[in-house]
Nanobody
């Protein structure tokens, strides 16, 4: 069982920055990839970024060069640094782990005003 708790969302102006955190329970954090998804109103959930257990990362084209995913295995936490935010980044952001089963956090709202 893996429990995921996101934090760090909020309201920010166009061009601003936020850092999201995803804290995971358990002792196996370093063994699995961490993924951030987001879901905007009326849209399907989409992958934003993923970091593997070895630290390799991938990004959605829409966030490349603006978002950075990282992890701190000592703290069982993954991060999503979001810079130069745009209104189209407005969504609920979720972290996700697949480790035998699929685990989702409760989500954190990010709202970017223009």
């Amino acid at each position: 069982q893996v429990q995921l708790v996101e934090s760090g969302g909020g309201l920010v102006q166009l061009g601003g920055s936020l850092r999201l955190s995803c804290a995971a329970s358990g002792s196996l954090f370093s063994l699995y990839a961490m993924t951030w998804y987001r879901q905007a109103p009326g849209k399907e959930r989409e992958l934003v970024a993923r970091i593997t257990e070895s630290g390799n990362s991938i990004y959605a084209d829409s966030v490349k060069g603006r978002f950075t995913i990282s992890r701190d295995n000592a703290k069982n936490t993954a991060y999503l640094q979001m810079n130069n935010l745009k209104p189209e980044d407005t969504a609920v952001y979720y972290c996700f782990v697949r480790w035998v089963h699929d685990y989702w956090g409760q989500g954190t709202q990010v709202t970017v005003s223009s």
